[in-house]
């Protein structure tokens, strides 16, 4: 659903200008200076690195649980949802049983090793069972992905709020990138996970505003929209028929998202720095068993209100004639229906909700990424290369410097998408499993199979990453793009094992305490 927010966006782009009352933007103000409250507030503990990276392990788990999901609930997310809902009904809660199995393979094999060996970032494990190196590959990986993913993210996100606040694109880019920036680096991990809870209550206070002002348009209220929906077929759950292509079939949205989803809440720094800043193992699976409960709640929410807008819009087609429709009823463009409702059938007081709604969606995700990409280089790079170990003040301030520099960086990268027009989304999500799955194998490897080595893991992912990109140009590796994780996963561990069968047997101590079969 996120590929098409640029296209929904331009189409949209200037329609209902000056729709925002005073209500509505007081209610964004003060919005926003709650969040830059909970940056201050947070500030005042950040004294070494364990505070300011995992907010020393004191943060309660249920904190964590919804800023696992908020973290990855952005801008896209909630326009893209009601887009869904109104054009293909509930079928996209499909997927929340692909983000299920992918959590509980996390919690299975992963989330004991993270938080036993209190790691900061996932990849201090893979120097611990396999070498420096390796490591570092692993944090690249990640690294590449963040820093490519951001300014498309920070993109989507401002041209989002751009439209719906009716403001210039480029003052959203800077007040998105610059308001993120400042309360991320202020008050570290515990500002994002505590800004994240209030972005994510802000997410659902928009939610049911904009319910609320579909259901008190109409006569019959949420009992005719709803009616009106399961006539058109909207409310149907499951589809079980085997469609590779499509996300709307249950064995694609088990078998391939799960798979996806195992990589993103497995090997990304932005999920797994979550996980070790609880306190111990239950902790962490309370906090993912939440956060994927969360995500349920959030995606049936958006998913009900485009149902609902359906049936709106079915009740009052003519209200629709400034959006392009096909002959069967749905958007050309769909994420554009909750932009245009806003505009044109939100009473004042619901717009200011339903704007800083979308404003806390885009900033709960853009955080967590410059915070983990600071964590990343800082941890990864800067402490561990160091010729003399850093003091932890020293350590802090680089990593609030890098947390500056890649804001910055972001806003430039979105300045740049802005002025060439291009649509990133779809390439992004090729970049994804291009890094994700290649990474979800290297920590297979290390704790599933014991034989592994650390050339053969370094060099069996590398092995991996240039088989996924040559096979996908040359198109020898013809399958559906979100199958693309579940099938490379796999053949990294192949590769790797294969390699390390030439070499030697790995040494005790690499696999003591390390490997799923010996834990202790």
């Not at 944090?139 to 993210?153: E, K, M, P, T």
């Not at 209100?305 to 009740?315: D, R």
């Amino acid at each position: 659903m996120m590929a098409t927010v640029h296209l929904a966006m331009a189409h949209f782009k200037g329609y209902g200008e000056g729709f925002m009352s005073a209500i509505d933007w007081a209610i964004v103000v003060v919005y926003g200076l709650l969040v830059i409250a909970i940056g201050i507030a947070a500030s005042r503990r950040q004294n070494n690195t364990d505070e300011y990276f995992r907010g020393s392990r004191q943060l309660p788990w249920w904190a964590i649980g919804f800023s696992i999901i908020a973290t990855s609930f952005s801008a896209a997310s909630l326009l893209g949802g009601p887009g869904e809902g109104f054009n293909h009904g509930l079928l996209y809660l499909q997927l929340q049983l692909g983000d299920l199995l992918g959590y509980a393979l996390v919690i299975a094999l992963f989330l004991p090793f993270f938080i036993r060996l209190n790691l900061t970032t996932a990849y201090e494990y893979l120097e611990r069972r396999f070498d420096a190196k390796t490591r570092s590959l692993g944090s690249l990986c990640f690294v590449l992905f963040v820093v490519a993913r951001l300014g498309g993210l920070l993109y989507a996100a401002s041209l989002a709020v751009s439209t719906v606040a009716d403001i210039p694109l480029t003052i959203s880019i800077l007040l998105v990138g610059i308001f993120s920036t400042v309360y991320t680096v202020t008050g570290g991990i515990a500002a994002v996970v505590w800004t994240d809870v209030l972005q994510f209550g802000m997410i659902f206070v928009g939610l049911a505003a904009g319910i609320w002002a579909a259901a008190v348009a109409v006569p019959g209220g949420l009992g005719q929209l709803w009616h009106t929906a399961s006539e058109a077929g909207k409310l149907t759950v499951i589809n079980p028929s085997w469609e590779p292509e499509s996300i709307r079939s249950l064995p694609t949205a088990v078998l391939a998202y799960g798979m996806l989803a195992f990589a993103v809440a497995g090997t990304n720094q932005q999920s797994v720095q979550r996980y070790v800043s609880c306190a111990d193992v239950p902790s962490g699976r309370k906090a993912i068993l939440l956060g994927w409960f969360s995500g349920l709640v959030g995606v049936a929410a958006t998913l009900i209100l485009g149902v609902l807008l359906y049936g709106f819009y079915a009740l009052n087609p003519e209200l629709l004639a400034g959006l392009a429709v096909t002959p069967e009823g749905s958007l050309e463009v769909a994420d554009s229906i909750l932009p245009y409702f806003i505009v044109n059938q939100v009473p004042a007081g619901a717009s200011g909700l339903l704007v800083a709604a979308i404003f806390a969606a885009a900033m709960s995700s853009i955080d967590s990424a410059l915070h983990s990409l600071a964590t990343c280089v800082t941890v990864d790079f800067y402490q561990r290369y160091s010729p003399t170990q850093p003091s932890e003040t020293t350590a802090v301030k680089v990593a609030q410097g890098l947390i500056v520099v890649w804001g910055i960086l972001g806003i430039f990268s979105a300045f740049y998408v802005a002025s060439t027009g291009e649509a990133l989304l779809p390439f992004l999500i090729e970049y994804t499993s291009m890094f994700l799955g290649p990474l979800l194998g290297l920590f297979l490897m290390g704790v599933l199979l014991p034989r592994i080595n650390a050339t053969g893991a370094f060099y069996g992912t590398i092995a991996a990453v240039i088989v996924l990109a040559v096979g996908t140009e040359t198109g020898l590796l013809n399958f559906p793009g979100i199958w693309r994780s579940a099938v490379i996963a796999p053949v990294a561990v192949i590769l790797g094992l294969m390699i390390s069968l030439l070499g030697k047997v790995p040494a005790e101590r690499s696999t003591q305490g390390l490997t799923l079969w010996n834990q202790n």
